[in-house]
């Protein structure tokens, strides 16, 4: 949450409460939803890499990506995009 805080220019605490103003809900489930999104996103419309999304989205390592994306959606992204297809 602190990385999304700093891009906005604003403290963690104040992006927390623009998410619950806003969108009654937390910041870090609001980004982890979009986060997700994103990643579905990569995954259904392009043949890029998991490896080359987690870099795209400032993941630090491709396999915490791969163990968020599966904590969210019950599947990995390789899963994810052959189901989708």
Do not use: H
């Amino acid at each position: 949450m602190s990385y999304y805080a700093g891009l906005l220019s604003i403290t963690p605490d104040y992006l927390n409460k623009l998410c619950k103003q806003y969108w009654k809900t937390e910041a870090k489930e609001f980004i982890s939803a979009k986060v997700v999104m994103a990643i579905k996103n990569c995954l259904t419309c392009t043949d890029l890499s998991v490896k080359y999304i987690a870099t795209k989205l400032n993941f630090d390592d491709p396999s915490y990506m791969c163990r968020f994306f599966k904590k969210q959606t019950g599947m990995s992204p390789l899963e994810y995009r052959n189901n989708a297809n």
